[in-house]
């Protein structure tokens, strides 16, 4: 039976884990969490907000997931996304999930992320 999601991960390029330090710790806002020792050997981080982990694996022959995403609830949704625009993250809105305030946007390697929050926890 499965009882909760541990953790999401995505792929990147070799050396780039400054880059997805400075989006996901400095602009997104999640704190950055230490790799067990064996793990940490292969490169890449991880991050956390509350319950929520996701992890970035470095890839040889790295290509961004443009379609497959994590889908990342948020509370302030529209704040959230004038804190993103501010640092030159992209923001794509989509009105196509009803319910739902929610948009689209991609971190520095081009890995594709949507942020979601139900409409009416954002009155």
């Given amino acids: 039976m499965i009882t909760a999601l541990d953790h999401v991960q995505l792929?990147?390029?070799?050396?780039?884990e400054d880059l997805l330090r400075?989006?996901?710790a400095g602009i997104?806002?999640?704190r950055e969490i230490p790799k067990p020792p064996a793990l940490a050997a292969r490169?890449?981080?991880?991050?956390?907000?509350?319950?929520?982990?996701?992890?970035?694996?470095?890839?040889n022959g790295f290509r961004p997931a443009k379609k497959a995403h994590p889908g990342i609830r948020v509370?302030?949704?529209?704040?959230?996304?004038?804190?993103l625009d501010r640092h030159g993250a992209p923001v794509t809105w989509?009105?196509?999930?009803?319910?739902?305030l929610r948009f689209f946007t991609a971190d520095p390697v081009g890995n594709r992320l949507e942020f979601l929050e139900p409409a009416e926890e954002d009155a």
Wanted: proline letters at 4%.
């Fill in 11 to 16: 792929a990147a390029p070799a050396g780039s």
């Fill in 28 to 30: 997104l806002g999640m």
């Fill in 75 to 83: 509370r302030g949704i529209r704040q959230y996304a004038e804190r």
């Fill in 22 to 24: 400075d989006y996901y």
């Fill in 43 to 59: 490169g890449g981080c991880w991050f956390q907000s509350g319950s929520v982990q996701l992890h970035l694996g470095i890839e």
């Fill in 94 to 100: 989509d009105d196509a999930l009803p319910g739902h």
